[in-house]
């Protein structure tokens, strides 16, 4: 008798460790999708949190053009730039923002979410994706196939900032 294993045999052991190398590569590529939505989400909230900070010497939201000089990243997780939109009333310790900020399901936007009264909003496209998003009147527009946005209302930001104390110091006499 000889030894050995047959034609068969050694097909169905290559069947199942391709079925087990397939099942790998496909859980990797979602962990791996997963990890990246969540670096993004930390990305944003910390660039987020700069802003806040920023807020909260000057009294008033960094413009779009400071931003870059505000938050730690500029880029997303993809490599994408993060695009700052900002209340044009820049100062948050009076008046509306004027910029309402609408979630909709589809580009119709038949259905939609409104949060009147935003301070700033980041968005960060995905990995193969265009930036999705709208502005028109003092609305912005946002579809839901967006991977990350974070907005902070005008009446959050005036809880983390002492209002009374920046109108204070900015009226402190430069020596």
């Known amino acids: 008798m000889k030894r050995g294993f047959t034609l068969v045999e050694l097909a169905v052991v290559l069947v199942v460790?391709?079925?087990?190398?397939?099942?790998?590569?496909?859980?990797a590529k979602i962990l791996l999708k997963n990890s990246k939505i969540k670096e993004n989400r930390s990305i944003l909230a910390r660039d987020a949190s700069a802003v806040i900070g920023y807020a909260i010497s000057?009294?008033?939201l960094p413009s779009e053009e400071m931003f870059e000089s505000t938050v730690p990243f500029i880029k997303d997780a993809y490599g994408k730039p993060?695009?700052?939109?900002?209340?044009?009333?820049?100062?948050?310790?009076?008046?509306d923002s004027?910029?309402?900020?609408?979630?909709?399901?589809?580009?119709?936007?038949?259905?939609e979410r409104v949060f009147k009264n935003a301070g700033f909003v980041l968005i960060?496209?995905?990995e193969d994706r265009k930036f999705d998003y709208k502005i028109s009147g003092g609305r912005l527009y946002l579809y839901s196939n967006l991977d990350s946005y974070l907005y902070y209302g005008v009446y959050e930001l005036r809880e983390r900032i002492d209002c009374k104390r920046a109108k204070f110091d900015s009226q402190l006499p430069i020596m």
């Open 17 to 27: 460790v391709g079925l087990l190398l397939g099942s790998g590569v496909s859980l």
């Open 58 to 60: 000057k009294g008033r």
């Open 124 to 126: 960060s496209p995905s």
């Open 82 to 95: 993060i695009r700052y939109i900002a209340s044009e009333n820049g100062d948050i310790c009076g008046g």
């Open 98 to 111: 004027g910029l309402e900020i609408v979630l909709c399901q589809t580009k119709e936007c038949k259905e």
